[in-house]
């Protein structure tokens, strides 16, 4: 028979290795408490997302003269929503522009804001351009617009909200606001469409 090794020697575990696996689940004792802490403030505090949309808008002048310049003039209210009922939210570096034909005719900024918990701001905008010069393609398309009677702008912009989620910590992101503006030129209305940002 083949003679068999017996040995009577013991291992011993080191104790770096004992001291890895107590910091492994130390570790993952928090990240499920962590997790359970979080989700229980979820559900408690119930967190929204606040929002800039347009809530109105008039175009209180549009037409072109003989030389072919656009005068543009228009009123937009721009409303900032905050629907969190325990948490004020913060507004700043809002900017947006007004586009018409591809052509940028206006900028709307505001200085930093807050919106405070379960509540909203307006923001009247009275937008004058200057005279826009167009080309011949312009001009065709604003006199298209003028016989159907229907113009349309866009708005495209950004801004930075902050607001504080209970012991959650501060959430930050930074959200795009691209809304079609259409009118009626003949008496200024605007064609009412829900358009609101969305966190980029």
């Known amino acids: 028979m083949p003679p068999k090794l017996i040995s009577d020697a013991k291992r011993h575990t080191h104790p770096l290795v004992w001291l890895a696996a107590l910091l492994c689940t130390v570790v993952s004792i928090a990240v499920i408490i962590g997790g359970i802490v ?25 037409q072109i003269d003989i030389a072919g310049r656009l005068e543009v003039q228009l009123t937009i209210i721009i409303e900032a929503k905050n629907d969190n009922a325990k948490a ?21 900024v505001a200085d930093p804001f807050e919106v405070r918990k379960n509540s909203s701001m307006k ?40 607001w504080r989620v209970g012991l959650l910590g501060s959430v930050k992101y930074e959200c795009h606001l691209h809304c079609g503006l259409k009118f009626h030129p003949s008496n200024g209305t605007y064609l009412s469409s829900p358009c609101s940002s969305r966190v980029k």
């Open 38 to 62: 979080v989700f229980i403030g979820y559900l408690v505090i119930h967190p929204r997302i606040p929002t800039i949309s347009i809530l109105d808008a008039h175009l209180d002048n549009f």
């Open 88 to 108: 004020h939210a913060s507004f700043s570096d809002s900017s947006f522009f007004l586009h018409f034909l591809g052509i940028k005719i206006a900028q709307l």
């Open 123 to 162: 923001f009247p905008y009275a937008v004058v351009s200057n005279s826009i010069p167009l080309n011949p393609e312009q001009m065709e398309s604003v006199d298209s617009d003028l016989k159907a009677d229907l113009s349309r702008f866009d708005l495209i912009g950004n801004t930075r909200v902050q």
